[in-house]
């Protein structure tokens, strides 16, 4: 088993053991054999969950685990491991999407090279074919805002970008349900663009302003509350 599928199969498989056992985590051994592979890619494993704060190791007691804490990495893990988020993470992560999307488009209007145009070209391309066939647009809402960051030419960037998006998977599957969403967000899409080939950085963080506002409305509503505690 590679380490891509281990990692979100034993995140999910050691959250499962700590809710009935008090936040202990099952054994080196007893996960070997659970996923039937060597103690050593167990270790390798779990080193990275400790990296991540995901869990912790105590010295003559054992591994525990930390659900509620962990960075932008272990979110974006519980999330291919197809774990819910907190309704309050959910909110917050939104939040922080505001904050780093408009300064993306600010960056990409004076960066963004003529392959990164093109690409964006393609992902609108597509997004038009998507949308006359009916089909929402979740997986090139999420490739067209990330080839933004990648037009700031700032890998880190798109580094924590690509983690951080892998939160968004399941809420864009709701969110695009709505075909009229599709169409809303890929007019403004167009418009995103329009100002980035045009490389006014002022107007790209404008619309991206205004195009997010709709989604972020949209979640607001249903996760206020919760933030709000």
Not at 91 to 104: L, P, S
Not at 122 to 136: F, N, Q, T
Request: charged share 30%; aromatic share 6%; with cysteine.
């Amino acid at each position: 088993m590679r380490e891509h599928e281990l990692l979100p199969m034993m995140a999910a498989h050691l959250l499962e053991s700590a809710r009935v056992s008090g936040g202990k985590a099952p054994s080196e051994r007893d996960l070997a054999e659970h996923f039937s592979v060597s103690r050593g890619q167990v270790r390798e494993a779990l080193a990275i969950l400790e990296s991540m704060q995901v869990i912790e190791r105590r010295a003559k007691s054992g591994i525990y685990v930390h659900a509620e804490q962990g960075g932008v990495e272990a979110m974006a893990l519980f999330a291919r491991a197809g774990l819910p988020l907190g309704k309050r993470l959910i909110y917050e992560a939104i939040e922080v999407r505001q904050i780093h999307e408009v300064k993306a488009a600010e960056l990409a209007a004076t960066r963004a090279t003529e392959e990164d145009l093109e690409r964006l070209r393609d992902v609108l391309a597509r997004s038009e074919a998507r949308i006359s066939e009916g089909e929402g647009l979740e997986e090139l809402d999420q490739e067209f805002h990330l080839e933004i960051v990648r037009a700031t030419q700032n890998s880190v960037f798109l580094s924590i970008c690509a983690s951080f998006y892998e939160l968004r998977a399941q809420r864009l599957r709701v969110y695009f349900q709505d075909p009229a969403r599709s169409r809303r967000s890929h007019e403004e899409h167009r418009e995103i663009f329009g100002a980035l080939v045009e490389r006014d950085a002022t107007l790209a963080s404008a619309m991206m302003v205004a195009h997010l506002r709709g989604a972020m409305s949209y979640w607001t509503e249903l996760l206020e509350p919760a933030a709000e505690g």
